[in-house]
């Protein structure tokens, strides 16, 4: 089975990509890493660019039939069996971009992303099979245990968890700079 774990940056999908690799026994594959290797991403000052069909066909074509956890925020590009989409508040988003010492544009960017579903609604569009977890709150091991238990009990569609709109006069100054 592939499982690809997506979600905005600073989210914790590689915290629990590899956790869910060692607990099911499958192959963890990093899509930066992968791109790389295949040399499917274009270097644009310090980012990757990855181009998004190229690496849905490669993926494909290395990893059908096998059993692979993808971690990436593209993820969800790529044919899958099941999607997990992770979700943190955008205050946290925040606090852990702000320690990686994102500049304020970028931080701006991934805050909205989170607060209004970019990666959640991507996903729906993409896969009928999506988990959406809200890790707020919750240690990386509480969030492996809830994803176990869904995938035990064969749940394969389950969306609409979080809803942040309570939370905009909050974070509205992190989005201010966006112009
Ligand atoms: N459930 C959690 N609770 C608290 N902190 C967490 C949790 N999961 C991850 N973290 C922490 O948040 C930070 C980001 O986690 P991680 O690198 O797994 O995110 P990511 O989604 O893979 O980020 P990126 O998109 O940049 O690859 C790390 O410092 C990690 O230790
Ligand atoms: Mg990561």
């Known amino acids: 089975m592939i499982i690809s774990v997506t979600g905005t940056p600073g989210v914790g999908k590689t915290t629990l990509s590899k956790l869910l690799a060692k607990r ?40 059908r039939g096998k059993n ?30 702000k320690e990686r010492g994102y500049p304020e544009e970028k931080l701006a960017e ?8 970019v990666v959640l609604v991507e996903a729906i569009g993409e896969n009928e099979n999506v988990l959406e977890i809200d890790t707020s709150g919750k240690e990386p091991k509480e969030v492996l245990d809830e994803v176990l238990s ?5 749940i394969r569609r389950r969306v609409g968890v979080v809803d942040w709109s309570s939370s905009y006069e909050e974070i509205l100054p992190y989005l201010r700079v966006r112009a």
């Open 24 to 63: 099911l026994g499958y192959e963890y594959v990093s899509i930066k890493e992968f791109a790389v290797e295949k040399g499917i991403g274009t270097k644009v000052g310090n980012e990757l660019e990855i181009d998004v069909k190229k690496l849905a066909e490669a993926m494909s074509r290395e990893f």
């Open 68 to 97: 692979v956890i993808i971690d990436g925020h593209l993820s969800h590009f790529v044919p899958a069996d099941l999607v997990i989409v992770l979700r943190a508040h955008p205050r946290l988003i925040a606090e852990r971009l």
């Open 110 to 117: 991934n805050i909205e992303a989170e607060f209004v579903d």
């Open 150 to 154: 869904l995938i035990h009990a064969g």
